[in-house]
């Protein structure tokens, strides 16, 4: 079973701080992705990579930063974590067609 | 990028088929229709997808018309475990790493 696994389910920071999600996945797959997902406006796309050291920015970017230095993992940063920025954090990976989404991780700026 | 519509909510009896319809009017040709669902507090899960012709697995079917424009995904026998949101995406043609565009998606929600 392809597993991708987060960090953190839940996590409370500080505005101003430098925040990281990390997500892990265990199958080798080359496309990963960062959604966050708010009440009333579903899943938006924040960034994706598709391959180690790309990434591309999706819909709604600002704010946020990315790094895939291997290709088994990809970090989502925060570089001044503000209160906009309380969600939940979806990663996923792609094989195919299907996506494979990490469990979440539900972050509240303060 | 083509846009999907569906119901905000639905209600299924128990045991009872489980239809959900998506509208892609603006579908291309080489899209896909994919589903997905996200139960409460987890991250969302594939169930099907398909390009023209109808589609079964273990989880559901997926009818897609003939025109393309809209498709109906069936849960043929609901349990209460099926309620979640339902998601229909269309995939974008120009393949930007596998990017999806969730949308509202369908509440369906199982009842005894």
């Known amino acids: 079973d392809v597993k991708v696994t987060q960090s953190s389910r839940y996590l409370v920071k500080r505005t101003g701080e430098k925040v990281f999600l990390e997500c892990v996945q265990d199958?080798?797959?080359?496309?990963m992705f960062w959604y966050r997902q708010d009440p009333g406006l579903g899943l938006r796309l924040i960034y994706f990579?598709?391959?180690?050291?790309?990434?591309e920015k999706g819909d709604i970017p600002e704010g946020y930063s990315v790094s895939r230095e291997k290709k088994e993992r990809f970090s989502l940063i925060l570089e001044s974590a503000s209160t906009n920025q309380t969600s939940m954090y979806l990663c996923?990976?792609?094989?195919?067609?299907?996506?494979?989404f990490g469990p979440g991780t539900r972050l509240t700026v303060l | 990028d083509a846009k999907t519509t569906q119901p905000p909510s639905m209600d299924c009896a128990e045991g009872r088929a489980a239809n959900l319809p998506c509208n892609h009017s603006?579908?291309?040709?080489?899209?896909?229709v994919y589903w997905y669902r996200q139960i409460h507090s987890q991250g969302p899960q594939y169930i099907i997808h398909?390009?023209?012709n109808n589609e079964t697995n273990e989880m559901a079917s997926l009818i897609i018309t003939e025109d393309r424009k809209s498709s109906t995904l069936i849960l043929p026998h609901a349990t209460l475990r099926d309620t979640a949101v339902y998601y229909c995406i269309v995939r974008v043609a120009n393949n930007q790493g596998g990017k999806l565009i969730f949308g509202q998606g369908t509440e369906l929600s199982v009842k005894p």
């Open positions: 398909g390009l023209k």
């Open positions: 990579s598709y391959d180690v050291k790309m990434k």
């Open positions: 199958m080798d797959h080359e496309n």
């Open positions: 603006t579908i291309s040709g080489n899209e896909y």
């Open positions: 996923a990976s792609l094989r195919g067609g299907e996506q494979f």
